[in-house]
């Protein structure tokens, strides 16, 4: 086991167990203002309540096993969460996820509620595009979440997700997406998150800058509407969150997150120093705290064109 693999692994253990123990989800991972309160958006389960299981309860089939897909699963708390709010007896949560670590935390059954996720390995950042990189049969899904997972997929391969997450979902399946990035399109405030996001990551000493601009992007709303619909999906419902989820990033939330030296935390200020000279995303005024947009997408799989 690598050395860096080793500290992945116990930064994702640790940051589970922070989440499990701590009302509000430990550390400052995930934390926005919602509802006039400080809550931590993935593990409050009166927001994982409003943004997924909502819109997939009504469309699950009654009287039936149904497996619902977790799509970057994580630790396997927010489809654990989901399935536990459905009035279904038999839906089974199924986690996706590409890391190890993550797998491994999904089959700690004490540090987790039930019902117990299901871990499968799959890599949605998997190559050659031609490949079926989740280890599923076609029409497999009554559901799915897709959460904040955009972010670590290169811009050219996302829409090659979708098409897979479509092939592995029934028809008329829905899938909420959870994601980072602006309502309407503008690709001068996308661009300017994204590269913010990936200077600000590789000054805390994780990542480089290049391989993160090139493999990192948040898609506005439209843009991913664009590719869902030509992956064979219908727009439900999208709801721009931004205004009612407010979620800042900041040097300090970093500091705490990363647990950075002085010196990486003072080259993650002037990151951000620099951006807020630009103007181009909002700031606090006060602060080097910036607004991360944020907005939800529910989904539909199309049903297919009835034969002449």
Same mark, same amino acid.
């Given at each position: 086991?690598?050395?860096?693999?080793?500290?992945?692994?116990?930064?994702?253990?640790?940051?589970?167990?922070?989440?499990?123990?701590?009302?509000?989800?430990?550390?400052?991972?995930?934390?926005?203002?919602?509802?006039?309160?400080?809550?931590?958006?993935?593990?409050?389960?009166?927001?994982?309540?409003?943004?997924?299981?909502?819109?997939?309860?009504?469309?699950?089939?009654?009287?039936?096993?149904?497996?619902?897909?977790?799509?970057?699963?994580?630790?396997?708390?927010?489809?654990?969460?989901?399935? +536990?709010?459905?009035?279904?007896?038999? !839906?089974?949560?199924?986690?996706?996820?590409?890391?190890?670590?993550?797998?491994?935390?999904?089959?700690?059954?004490?540090?987790?509620?039930?019902?117990?996720?299901?871990?499968?390995?799959?890599?949605?950042?998997?190559?050659?595009?031609?490949?079926?990189?989740?280890?599923?049969?076609?029409?497999?899904?009554?559901?799915?979440?897709?959460?904040?997972?955009?972010?670590?997929?290169?811009?050219?391969?996302?829409?090659? !997700?979708?098409?897979?997450?479509?092939?592995?979902?029934?028809?008329?399946? /829905?899938?909420? /997406?959870?994601?980072?990035?602006?309502?309407?399109?503008?690709?001068?405030?996308?661009?300017?998150?994204?590269?913010?996001?990936?200077?600000?990551?590789?000054?805390?000493?994780?990542?480089?800058?290049?391989?993160?601009?090139?493999?990192?992007?948040?898609?506005?709303?439209?843009?991913?509407?664009?590719?869902?619909?030509?992956?064979?999906?219908? /727009?439900?419902?999208?709801?721009?969150?931004?205004?009612?989820?407010?979620?800042?990033?900041?040097?300090?939330?970093?500091?705490?997150?990363?647990?950075?030296?002085?010196?990486?935390?003072?080259?993650?200020?002037? !990151?951000?120093?620099?951006?807020?000279?630009?103007?181009?995303?909002?700031?606090?005024?006060?602060?080097?705290?910036?607004?991360?947009?944020?907005?939800?997408?529910?989904?539909?799989?199309?049903?297919?064109?009835? +034969?002449?």
């Amino acid at each position: 086991m690598s050395s860096d693999f080793k500290k992945t692994e116990e930064w994702i253990t640790r940051a589970n167990k922070e989440r499990c123990a701590a009302p509000n989800g430990g550390l400052c991972w995930g934390k926005v203002i919602w509802n006039g309160k400080l809550i931590n958006l993935y593990t409050n389960k009166d927001f994982i309540n409003y943004i997924f299981t909502q819109p997939i309860a009504p469309t699950l089939p009654e009287n039936k096993t149904c497996m619902i897909a977790d799509f970057g699963a994580g630790n396997g708390y927010v489809a654990q969460t989901v399935v +536990s709010q459905l009035e279904q007896p038999c !839906v089974i949560p199924i986690g996706i996820d590409r890391y190890h670590p993550d797998l491994k935390v999904m089959k700690q059954e004490k540090c987790l509620v039930q019902p117990i996720v299901k871990p499968v390995q799959g890599d949605l950042r998997k190559r050659p595009l031609k490949e079926n990189f989740l280890p599923f049969k076609k029409n497999t899904f009554h559901a799915g979440i897709f959460r904040f997972a955009l972010s670590f997929i290169g811009k050219n391969f996302q829409p090659q !997700v979708f098409k897979q997450i479509s092939r592995v979902m029934k028809p008329s399946a /829905v899938l909420v /997406v959870l994601n980072y990035g602006v309502f309407e399109e503008n690709e001068k405030n996308v661009d300017a998150h994204d590269i913010l996001y990936a200077k600000g990551s590789a000054a805390s000493g994780r990542w480089t800058f290049e391989n993160l601009k090139k493999n990192m992007h948040d898609p506005s709303c439209e843009h991913l509407i664009d590719m869902a619909e030509e992956a064979g999906f219908e /727009v439900k419902a999208k709801t721009d969150l931004t205004d009612i989820a407010l979620g800042y990033t900041s040097p300090e939330i970093y500091k705490k997150l990363y647990r950075l030296n002085s010196d990486q935390h003072e080259k993650l200020k002037a !990151v951000f120093e620099k951006c807020k000279e630009k103007g181009v995303l909002p700031f606090e005024p006060d602060s080097l705290g910036v607004l991360r947009p944020m907005y939800s997408c529910v989904l539909k799989k199309k049903a297919p064109s009835p +034969s002449p």
